[in-house]
């Protein structure tokens, strides 16, 4: 197969190609590394390409970490729901998630404090909107009340640790997501609701 031409250094084309065809961009720097030709590479967009990377695997961890936390705090804090077993497994599902993405990428755990508090606030408002949802609102109005009085009753402050939001102590070698490791409260809750026989550490 013919190697894509390189354009000349600090030509155009390649920058255009950038926001054109994302694609055909990447192969030609590609190429361009394999080749060693400095000149062809688009350093700009490449460096900020880089840096996205960490980027994008932070927002997933953030992402699958906001998601456990409201069905912790739906767990936790909701009348009896028939999604409770639902959400327990989607919990498993995302947790697994999580840790691919630090096993994968074993330097965001230097991050993690800061990742974690992000995903604790963005996972309590989306818990406060789907407990009012749940509560079969009326009208709009109504809606607002409920989640008034969702947004009193939520802990204001993270009520769980790291470990018992990602199901296992992340800073330690070989550890990974424990399914029978729940928040006491939240393991209570499945053991009342469902049968379970999780321990309540």
Not at 135 to 140: I, L, M, N, R, T
Request: charged letters at 30%; a negative charge.
């Amino acid at each position: 197969m013919k190697e894509p031409a390189a354009p000349a250094a600090g030509a155009t084309g390649v920058r255009g190609l950038y926001h054109e065809d994302l694609w055909s961009w990447a192969q030609q720097q590609v190429q361009a590394m394999r080749r060693r030709d400095l000149d062809a590479i688009d350093w700009d967009n490449v460096i900020e390409e880089i840096g996205d990377v960490a980027g994008r695997d932070e927002d997933a961890w953030v992402s699958y970490c906001k998601n456990v936390v409201s069905h912790l705090l739906k767990i936790h804090h909701s009348p009896n729901s028939p999604d409770l077993n639902h959400w327990r497994k989607e919990i498993e599902d995302w947790r697994g998630e999580m840790h691919g993405k630090l096993d994968r990428n074993p330097g965001m755990k230097g991050k993690l404090s800061e990742l974690l508090e992000g995903a604790w606030r963005r996972g309590r408002e989306i818990a406060v909107r789907k407990l009012a949802e749940h509560g079969s609102p009326e009208d709009a109005a109504h809606e607002r009340r409920l989640r008034r009085a969702w947004e009193s009753r939520l802990p204001a402050e993270r009520p769980y640790a790291l470990e018992e939001i990602a199901g296992y102590d992340p800073f330690a070698k070989g550890a990974a997501p424990d399914p029978d490791f729940w928040p006491a409260a939240v393991a209570s809750r499945l053991n009342d609701a469902l049968g379970t026989d999780y321990p309540v550490r």
